[in-house]
């Protein structure tokens, strides 16, 4: 599984931004599909994942409300809607292939894409 990430950049507090990412591969469908962050100095965190079949979500409590991830099974590519962001959001943000809907350490995670720099500012 092969997976691009894109669509960082610096924006204000209370704004939006959406990260996109595309896969590619055999198995990648065996997968779930997972966004994780990592601000400076701080471990990579969990922030949301996707099933591609059941469309089921799971989210950070810390991002409930605010990002939403969804697919487009057509072009095989996840996405990341990030409204209301907040200078904590701040940080490198990864796409990945994982095992589970509920496996939320970066551990589980078998394929990683290169990330993507979110910077908000306050």
């Known amino acids: 599984v092969q997976l691009q990430a894109s669509g960082g950049g610096l924006v204000q507090a209370g704004g939006s931004l959406r990260l996109s990412c595309a896969a590619s591969?055999?198995?990648?469908?065996?997968?779930?599909m997972g966004w994780f962050r990592q601000a400076p100095g701080k471990e990579r965190e969990f922030v949301a994942a996707?099933?591609?079949?059941?469309?089921?979500?799971n989210y950070a409590d810390s991002v409930k409300g605010r990002f939403t991830i969804s697919r487009d099974n057509a072009k095989i590519t996840v996405f990341l809607q990030m409204n209301s962001l907040k200078a904590e959001d701040t940080g490198v943000y990864y796409c990945?292939?994982?095992?589970?809907?509920?496996?939320?350490?970066?551990?589980?995670?078998?394929?990683w894409g290169q990330g993507t720099q979110v910077t908000v500012s306050s």
């Open positions: 996707i099933t591609w079949a059941a469309r089921s979500t």
């Open positions: 591969g055999r198995t990648f469908r065996s997968y779930v």
């Open positions: 990945a292939a994982g095992p589970t809907l509920y496996h939320t350490s970066k551990r589980d995670y078998d394929y």
